[in-house]
């Protein structure tokens, strides 16, 4: 129903920034929210950034002030800007979308794009 597409991963520095992009395709008419969860290597998967219908964002409390999720809804994309990156935020980034329609909730994923921080 809903198709998510992820991009712009890849290995930086730290200091460095990346500007992560996650194309919708399908039914997404009925999309209520967006937001991006990262996952680490043998560590569970949390949740980055949100952002809701009216635009009202939420983040982890490690990314707040380096990290920026906005979306354009001409483009059906959503974006996480991503600045003064640590080696901590090293993990595959993930793009998710909940969509509500009638009295049922569904969620959909991408397939992720690896984000490196290294020196």
């Known amino acids: 129903q809903v198709q998510l597409v992820e991009s712009g991963g890849g290995l930086v520095q730290p200091g460095g920034s990346l500007k992560l992009s996650c194309a919708a395709s399908g039914i997404i008419t009925t999309i209520y929210v967006m937001g991006w969860y990262r996952q680490a290597p043998g560590k569970q998967r949390e949740l980055v950034a949100t952002?809701?219908?009216?635009?009202?964002?939420n983040y982890a409390d490690s990314v707040k002030g380096r990290f920026t999720i906005s979306r354009d809804n001409a483009k059906n994309t959503v974006y996480l800007q991503m600045n003064n990156l640590k080696p901590e935020d090293t993990a595959v980034y993930s793009c998710n979308a909940v969509r509500l329609f009638l009295n049922s909730r569904f969620d959909y994923w991408g397939q992720g794009t690896q984000v490196t921080v290294s020196s």
């Open positions: 952002i809701a219908s009216g635009d009202s964002t």
